[in-house]
């Protein structure tokens, strides 16, 4: 199945959080960078370090309405 990029994390708090709330619902996902953030922690500053929300093609729209506060802050 295809993974779909829909959201970048600000921070790594942020990523934690979503991730939770990804489980939760359980929503297949990978957070692409995850990785790499971790071996250079702070904030999100560059592609380096960015940490990107990538979610099954058929729950996308489930997604997209749980991420819809973070959207819109």
């Given at each position: 199945?295809?993974?779909?990029?829909?959201?970048?994390?600000?921070?790594?708090?942020?990523?934690?959080?979503?991730?939770?709330?990804?489980?939760?619902?359980?929503?297949h996902f990978?957070?692409?960078?995850?990785?790499?953030?971790?071996m250079?922690?702070?904030?999100?500053?560059?592609?380096?370090?960015?940490?990107?929300?990538?979610?099954?093609?058929?729950?996308?729209?489930?997604?997209?309405?749980?991420?819809?506060?973070?959207?819109?802050?």
């Amino acid at each position: 199945m295809d993974m779909i990029p829909i959201y970048t994390m600000k921070s790594e708090p942020e990523a934690a959080v979503i991730s939770s709330l990804m489980t939760a619902y359980n929503i297949h996902f990978i957070i692409s960078g995850r990785g790499f953030s971790s071996m250079y922690p702070g904030a999100v500053s560059n592609s380096l370090n960015e940490q990107t929300l990538m979610v099954r093609a058929d729950q996308v729209e489930l997604a997209k309405t749980l991420l819809e506060p973070f959207l819109n802050s």
